[in-house]
């Protein structure tokens, strides 16, 4: 015969068992039993959680109109600027160097080449399979151009030419206008 003692102890197990049972639940829709939960749910709004304090009903916003994000600044795009004010306003933050002109001659090769030629006269392979042939960048017209303006030509294209704001970073950019400079002399 079990004393009082046993009994009880036996008891104190089996409530114990069903405790345990009750905090690892199977059911995805029912919540497992949380101990001490105080730091799991934030006093805060979580980022993805709905918020009626806005009027759209989510905590996280959409930026303020024209930010700029940390690292990122933005280019300036054909309405804000025209080929002339950008020659007056755009100076590059390069200074000469051989170093950066090697740099813009890889850039020309890579990306110009192909239209304007090995030695900028507009000859490039693709002219010779249907594409209309660029101007010549050795010409007065081309030399006389402010750095600025070059910028923006090759950031926003002209006529035919496309944008290579997307190919050529900015730095290079300004590196192959160095190389351009150098072109024909
Ligand atoms: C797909 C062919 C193509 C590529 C690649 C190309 N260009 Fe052009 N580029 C043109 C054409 C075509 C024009 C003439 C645009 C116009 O005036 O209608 C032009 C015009 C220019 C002009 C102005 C010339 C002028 O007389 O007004 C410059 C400067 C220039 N390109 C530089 C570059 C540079 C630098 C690169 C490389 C980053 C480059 N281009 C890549 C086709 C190209």
Redesign the pocket.
Known sequence: MMDMKSIIKLGIVVVLLFGLQKCFTNDPRELNVEFIPEMVHSVAYDAFAENPNYPNGQTLQMPVKGTVARGFLPEYSDGELTEELAGNMLKSPIENSDKHIARGEW??RN??Q???GMTGLGDGP?TKRG??P??S?L?D??KNMKDGQ?YF??SNG?????S?RSQ?QREDRWK?IQY?RTMGN
Request: one cysteine or more; proline letters at 11%.
């Open positions: 850039v020309y990306y110009c192909v239209c304007h693709v594409v209309p660029p101007p960048l010409l017209k081309v070059l030509i090759i002209k006529g035919n030419m496309a290579y050529v192959v351009l």
